[in-house]
């Protein structure tokens, strides 16, 4: 058994490292202006909508007026995305008639989907209408993708540009990351989807007859569409309330397999896009293993805790899983949504092993960051790395620098305020709710499983996630508007001051290479691991003692 979850794994990270390489190289050259082989179909559409939006894209910017236009695109999508819930029930594409959704639920799902979190307090097919699923919810699936990988072509810049102020324009960053990745991609996956049995249709629900003779209501709707970018945009955000353990959003274990290769490959994809772009494709290996020394880790010991299953029952844990996927691909894709920002759910996290949990959780306590969001991950696996490169000049007494770039006290406060910023913010409310009525009532468990619940959600929302533990009854105005709270600050304090930092960083000049420390040897990369596994336990490994291991040690402890 071992054995052939070990040959599915290693077989799963070849495949992906073989997607990832070309799709790297190919959003460099998209990103750097040059022609790809989509040029001659996409480049008249870019152009026409220049136009018609009056964008030059030969303008750019520097990182306050590029800052600006991101924070009012996302300040008119969380309005638009509210109003549009609020008036769904005079809408049309409406066929079951379903009511305008509450404020409190509206906002945080407006806040949601525009951070790219798609946190769901609420199930998709009782009530959002076929047109606010998708002219809300895909929409917005597509945009908060294309503007986390904006963000990292920018970040990326800022290393590549010398004494500039200019870091790029948004608008041109934005429009291509849609019409030269995201929507392609989405295209050819949602076929794939349909031609394996997800739905796509406008139908009105159907009803049938169980063997029991009672009624059975079977939701319809434009699943195939939505689930496409949910995936590959690392949304996560289901139409249906099961998300991907529903039959019609991911029917055979051949979608589950692609799925997990879809939220994972743009991520992998982009140090490559990194290492094209500073012309130095060893730097882009080098961010590229970190991540997936990362991963590996946190994989092991999920299956392991699993497989090892309940000594109570003395069996392996398949409980909140669904059959046709087993515990190799239920971890896997667990493992693998908490790494991305995706928030996808093949099986109940709730059900999960303590120690899998804890895993899961750190995945998204520590900003996501193997292999992170669409843009972001890259985005803070670099932050971890300008840490590591100060840690570093520390001990062996010279000026910090990092990929031909000085870092001085301005870019170290803005890169500290990306790391410690989500974890005040799911510590402070996770206290809170651990402490009030307002909080505890919403528990389906005690004890250091309520705990665990809690916590959960908050990690979640801080890390732009959107997965949930599923015994938690979030969709209350107290965790609505906190867990709204949580993922605007988890998104724009990593946004705001990473541009910041491109923008001092672009106005430097590259010191020579004589000078500096390697950065892309096994020395860098064991730092770097070592960054991020210490930084995330001195910050929540207190919280963790008292959730999830405490809730492991009762287990075994009973068991033996």
Known sequence: ????????????????????????????????????????????????????FGVDETKETDWKSYTFSLIVFNAVGIVVLFILQLIQHILPLNPQGLSSVRW????????????????????????????????GMTAQNFVSSAVGIAVAVTFIRGFVRKSVKEIGNFWVDLTRSIIYLLLPLSIVFSLFLVSQGVIQNFNPYTKAQTIQGQEQVIAQGPVASQEAIKILGTNGGGFFNANSSHPYENPKPITDYFEILGFLVISAALPFTFGAMLNNRKQGWAIFISMLTLYLIGLSVALWSEYHGNPILGLDNMEGKEVRFGILNSVVFGHSTTSTSCGAVNAMHDSFMPLTAMILMFNMMIGEVVFGGVGVGLV???????????????????????????????????????????????LVFGALASSTTLGLSSLNNAGPHGLSEILYAFA?????????????????????????????????????????????????????????????????????????????????????????????????????
Do not use: C
């Open 1 to 52: 058994m071992y054995n052939s979850a070990l040959l599915q794994v290693v077989l799963f990270i070849i495949i992906l490292i073989i997607l990832a390489l070309p799709l790297g190289e190919y959003m460099a050259k998209v990103f750097t202006g040059q022609q790809v082989w989509l040029s001659f179909l996409i480049r008249p559409v870019e152009k026409f909508l220049y136009r018609i």
């Open 104 to 135: 409190d639920t509206a906002l945080n799902t407006a806040v949601s989907f525009v951070a790219n979190t798609n946190w769901q307090a609420y199930g998709g097919e009782s009530t959002m209408s076929y047109l606010t699923q998708m002219l």
């Open 460 to 560: 979640s929302g801080a890390g732009n996630n959107g997965s949930a533990f599923a015994g938690l009854n979030a969709n209350t105005p107290f965790y609505n508007l906190t867990l709204a709270v949580a993922m605007l600050v988890g998104r724009f304090a990593t946004i705001i001051p990473s541009l910041t930092i491109a923008g001092s960083l672009a106005q430097k000049k590259s010191t020579p290479e004589i000078s500096r420390f390697p950065t892309s040897g096994p020395l860098f990369i064991i730092s770097i691991v070592a960054v991020v596994v210490v930084v995330g336990a001195l910050t929540f490994f207190p919280v963790l003692v008292i959730g999830p291991i405490l809730e492991h040690l009762e287990i075994f402890t009973y068991g033996n």
């Open 380 to 426: 803070g696996m670099l932050i971890y790395a300008i840490l590591t490169m100060f840690l570093i000049g520390l001990m062996i007494g010279r000026t910090p620098e990092i990929f031909g770039k000085k870092l001085e006290p301005f870019e170290m406060i803005m890169a500290v305020l990306v790391l410690i910023l989500p974890s005040i913010i799911q």
